[in-house]
């Protein structure tokens, strides 16, 4: 049974990652957009510059708002992704915080598509270990819901 988190932005490394996904952006847009119009000014020769770069404005704007559209869509999947790798880091961390803390844990299970299988694998192991020589770590299995329902009916 997979644990389903209700919520995608859960650390501050997603905010991270959000931002610097705007910065690289923003950089990308400036550095393109200056190239574009110094570009234009050279095909065209030297002219009026503020009426240079009102045509350029004009021809160039569909993609500057399709720029626009595009980054917070990709920031929002980056975000998506990246809880992929949070979401299972911060599960792990709960669970260590609870053995420090002495308390009994459950053996961490990921959702579908989870990044850090192997780490939730070896953390596992080593929950079996510690059971199997006698330390106490191991929380008693919760009864699946359907076999509750059954034993309540």
């Known amino acids: 049974m997979t644990q389903e988190r209700k919520k995608v932005w859960i650390h501050g490394f997603q905010t991270k990652i959000f931002l610097r996904i705007g910065l690289y952006w923003l950089l990308y ?3 393109l957009w200056n190239l574009l119009f110094v570009w234009r000014m050279l095909v065209e020769g030297p002219g009026n510059l503020p009426e240079q770069y009102g045509r350029f ?3 160039y704007y569909p993609p500057l ?7 917070p869509i990709a920031a929002w999947d980056a975000v998506k992704l990246s809880h992929r790798v949070v979401g299972p880091l911060v599960r792990v961390r709960h669970a260590l915080r609870d053995l420090t803390a002495g308390q009994p844990v459950r053996p961490i299970k990921f959702r579908e598509g989870d990044y850090l299988s192997e780490l939730r694998d070896e953390f596992n192991a080593m929950l079996e270990s510690f059971q199997r020589r006698g330390l106490p770590v191991l929380k008693p299995a919760e009864p699946d819901q359907q076999t509750a329902q059954r034993e309540g009916a």
């Open 65 to 71: 708002v399709l720029f626009i559209v595009l980054l």
């Open 29 to 31: 847009i400036v550095a």
């Open 57 to 59: 404005l004009h021809d």
